[in-house]
């Protein structure tokens, strides 16, 4: 983030209003506030539970599921790349010293 100044924003999350502080704009904060909602009212629905705080702790879990896969498959994909690279930079330091061994005429 740059040093742009926090502002703040109201969301309305699983009927509940908050005042919140962030340097995000608008579309951000509001974004994540809509995801969080769909959740909760996802899992209110699911489990037929009504008691705010208990569909709280199982959307952040929930959430936080997500996330840890996502961060697995980008590790794993991080993991690809980095041996793709070096198996295509051999590759290529191969061919570059059989150019300059037997040049082309």
């Not at 959740?39 to 009504?50: D, G, P, W």
């Not at 702790?57 to 936080?64: G, K, T």
């Not at 697995?72 to 061919?95: N, V």
Request: hydrophobic share 35%; aromatic share 6%.
């Amino acid at each position: 983030m740059d040093n742009t100044p926090s502002q703040s924003y109201k969301v309305v999350i699983y009927n509940q209003t908050y005042n919140l502080r962030s340097e995000h704009g608008p579309e951000y904060i509001n974004e994540l506030a809509a995801h969080v909602d769909r959740r909760m009212n996802e899992i209110a629905r699911q489990t037929m539970t009504v008691d705010s705080l208990r569909v709280a702790i199982l959307a952040a879990l929930q959430i936080a599921d997500e996330l840890f896969q996502l961060r697995s498959e980008l590790k794993e994909t991080d993991s690809e790349i980095a041996e793709r690279s070096t198996k295509y930079a051999e590759i290529l330091d191969q061919f570059l010293r059989s150019d300059i061994i037997a040049p082309n005429k």
